[in-house]
Structure formats: C-alpha cells, structure tokens
C-alpha cells in the first residue's frame, strides 16, 4: 500500500524559511515522479512543483518559482521543499502526492496523495 | 494568464445526474490537456477519480465519467449519493510540466 507522510510544517514568520519532507514507502519511490500540492485555509487546490524519479527534472508554478525548491533522495524514499522568503499567502496545508511515472508528461496525473502538513505564515 | 474555470457549486437529487465542468478563461479545453478530476471532502486529501480524460482510478465506480462536451473537460456523475457532497477539483496540463488546477466545484446532493 502507498503511503506518503508530511512533515516539517508549522508556524514561521514572514520571510522565513522551512523544509517540508514526504516519507514514502510502498513502492519504488525511485521510479516515480512526484509532486507538492497545496490548500489555502478554505481554498482550492493548487499545484506547486513536480519532479522527475531521477530528480534531474522540476517545474515549479509561477507563484513559488525562485522561493520553492523541490528535490528528492531516492535513498531514503523522501521527498523535499526548501520554501524560502515565506509570506502570508504561503500559509496551506501542503500535500505531497505521486505520479503514476517517472518521467514528466502531459499524460501524469496525482495517483496518490499524503495527508498534509500546515504551514501557517504569521507574525 | 490563462484560468481554469469551474462552476463554484452545483447540487443533485439523490439518483439524479450531474455534469460538471472544467474551462479555460481563454480557448478549448481538448484531450492535449489531459483533464484529471479529483474528489475531495472537508479535512481530508483529494482523491483521484479520473484522469486522460476518461479513465477511471482504481476502485472508482462507474457512476463517475469523464469526457470532452464542446470545448470543456466535463465530470459525470449518474446516480448521485449522499456521499458524492463534496468539492470536485479538475487539473489540466498546459506543456512544460506545468498543471493547473480549476477553482473546484462544491457538490450539493439534496
């Protein structure tokens, strides 16, 4: 069974900095893309950045590109979000989810989804 | 910028049939897009309903359908139960690795 656990959320001031991670276990993490996701408190969802199994792939949405950094160790099934220069309109539940490849195409989709983790920007 | 649109809510009659669907604030939505739905209820994760268009995730029921209606990706659902009340999302790839998710639809079933 798939299962993909957040952690690293919590609360950080405007202009800080926060390492989100996504434990993975259940299948072969290296062969998969993957993929954070967020939620505003009463929003939609919105796309935040994918990459490639191998790592030597990511795309970022144009709302964290140059702040969010998305990177992966297949060794030790995990996957990672540097945010930096966090903001209010940062604050989510941020949601790691997995493609059903390792490449990254037009035909990937979010096969599998965590839980969350809340990140709540504040002073 | 292009957006996605979505209907912001709908409601259904236990048994009834509901379409929602999924736009773009500027041009077609076509089976390049690669539409996905994703179902979602308070508090908990999305879950994968469809994707490519049409295909069902595992151990979705065929009460859920997907497809292309004149120029939006559209979400069918027929024979709609009370635990259908929910927020539909739907993502479409726009190329260069980048999707974009609709405002979602929040599902009444009364």
Redesign the interface.
């Known amino acids: 069974e798939v299962q993909l656990v957040e952690s690293g959320g919590g609360l950080v001031q405007p202009g800080g900095s926060l390492r989100l991670s996504c434990a993975a276990s259940g299948f072969t993490f290296s062969n998969y893309a993957m993929n954070w996701v967020r939620q505003a408190p009463g929003k939609g969802l919105e796309w935040v950045s994918t990459i490639s199994a191998s790592g030597g792939s990511t795309y970022y949405a144009d709302s964290v590109r140059g702040r969010f950094t998305i990177s992966r160790d297949n060794s030790k099934n995990t996957l990672n979000l540097q945010i930096n220069s966090l903001r209010a309109e940062d604050t989510a539940v941020y949601y790691c989810a997995k493609d059903q490849r390792g490449g990254v195409a037009g035909t990937n989709y979010f096969e599998s989804w965590g839980q969350g983790t809340l990140v709540t920007v504040s002073s | 910028?292009t957006v996605v649109t979505q209907e912001p809510s709908f409601s259904v009659s236990p048994g009834g049939t509901v379409t929602l669907t999924c736009g773009l604030s500027s041009g077609s939505v076509s089976t390049?897009?690669?539409p996905?739905w994703?179902q979602?209820t308070p508090g908990q994760?999305?879950?994968?309903l469809i994707?490519?268009t049409n295909t069902r995730?595992s151990g979705v029921p065929d009460r859920f359908s997907g497809s292309i209606l004149g120029n939006k990706a559209a979400l069918t659902i027929t024979g709609a139960q009370a635990d259908d009340e929910s927020?539909y999302?739907c993502?479409l790839?726009m190329?260069?690795?980048?999707?974009?998710?609709?405002?979602?639809t929040k599902l009444t079933v009364l």
Not at chain 2, 95 to 104: A, D, E, K, N, P
């Open positions: 910028q390049s897009h690669y996905s994703y979602q994760a999305p879950r994968t994707y490519s995730s927020d999302y993502v790839y190329g260069s690795g980048i999707r974009v998710f609709g405002g979602g």
